[in-house]
């Protein structure tokens, strides 16, 4: 009798966990295929992050580490994270406004600390200022747009009259292919002139 | 460290290749790899070009040649191309900088590398003597305001690194930059041609995204001073 309660109990238990994993599996989760396969994550992983440009410089380091520091010290370090965070966001500060006064100067590189503080898409959304570049003139990325997407956003292109600009019409937003740190994305733009 | 940043800034021409692996966080925490090679080739004043290969097996191309910089993924056949006369000090600082695109370790390719290091580097250390990567090294370790960092330079009269690891320690997860440099070739002798590129038939021309963010800028500009101090 004990033997069949303890065969029953095993059963159970190895119901519930398959159980689980199904329905993890089936919600997208992170559970995995009977047949051996493993679940393809939609969108696919980020390449983008603080280490992608290999630089001696971080600044979302400096962005993140405004927050962390606060959490991660204990309470007896709390003043000295505090002048760490001072320091950084001094240093963020001075580091901004060299950048902003070496545009007047010559050579090119001169007092810009950091320039190799390689941060992706995410500052270029942010507006980041430049130089002159090539084939800026036809199109702008929309304010409301929904960002970058390393993915064709849908399957209507549309080439701009005259300039000869592929585009992209998704319902009420346009998208243009540009190149970015990672290679060409889908930048939303707002509606391109003539289109 | 300085022995080798003086060593490397000053040879007028090397070639090198690089194997390197990131680290990224994903929003859920996962902590994922990316890989490349990179086969860097460089002359001096003003010409390197890197060819790379992802481990998802995408190939691109960088070429600065003096007058501008051009950037080509071969597998999406499309390429972008700003104009920017100039050293490679130059141009590199307005491809990473400003363009925000990746060139990592382009701390390597200017001739400031030496004076770079100077203003970044707060503290060095050395580790040890190590024989594991082929050729006798000295490991350091050391940091700047937001990377810690670690090198392992070749003993002798030529101190050239051969690995180094960068750790973003305020960034969440504390990804690290890793790469592994082998074949460091410093007699070569490159035609012009191999810094001059030619767009291959169907390849398209984009351009970069900090174009269009520039271009918006350009564009809320009139906006935002409407009304202000003339």
Known sequence: MKMQWRSLSIMMLAILLLGSVVYTYARGGRGFRGGGGFAHREGGFSREGP??????????????????????????RQQEANGLLSNRQQLARRWQSRAEQYRR?????????????????????????????????????????????????????????GTGVTYYNCGAAWYTKAYGPNGPVFVAVNRPPGL | MMRMAGFVSKAPKWSVTVHSGY??????????????VRKVTLVRPDQPRVEGERSDG???????????????DESAKVYAQASHPGSIDDAAVYFVGDLRMR??????????????????????????????????????????????????????????????????????????????????????????SLFTFTPPEGANKIPFVAALSRARSLRQRPAATKGGKQ
């Open chain 1, 105 to 161: 100067g010559y050579p090119y590189w001169a007092g810009y600390p950091g320039w190799d503080a390689g941060a992706g898409l995410a500052a270029l959304g942010a507006g980041a200022a430049i130089g002159a570049a090539a084939g800026s003139s036809t199109a702008y990325p929309s304010a409301s747009g929904s960002g970058y997407s390393a993915a064709q956003p849908c399957a209507n292109a549309v080439v701009a009259p």
């Open chain 2, 58 to 72: 995408t190939r691109t191309l960088l070429i600065l040649d003096g007058k501008g910089i051009t950037t080509f």
């Open chain 2, 103 to 192: 060139l990592p370790l382009a701390l390597l390719l200017v001739s400031r590398f030496p004076e770079e290091l100077q203003q970044r580097v707060q503290s060095v250390e050395y580790v040890e003597k190590t024989m594991t990567l082929g050729a006798p090294a000295d490991h350091i370790v050391g940091r700047t305001a937001t990377v810690d960092f670690q090198l392992w330079i070749a003993e002798g009269d030529k101190p050239l690194p051969l690995r180094a690891v960068l750790t973003y320690q305020d960034a969440r997860g504390q990804p690290q930059y890793r790469a592994q440099f082998s074949d460091w070739n410093f007699d070569i002798d490159p035609s012009d």
């Open chain 2, 23 to 36: 680290d990224v966080v994903q929003l859920d925490g996962y902590k994922v790899e990316w890989n490349d």
């Open chain 1, 51 to 76: 280490a992608a440009g290999g630089g001696f410089a971080s600044r979302s380091g400096l962005m993140e580490g405004r927050q962390q520091f606060g959490q991660r010290a204990l309470a007896g």
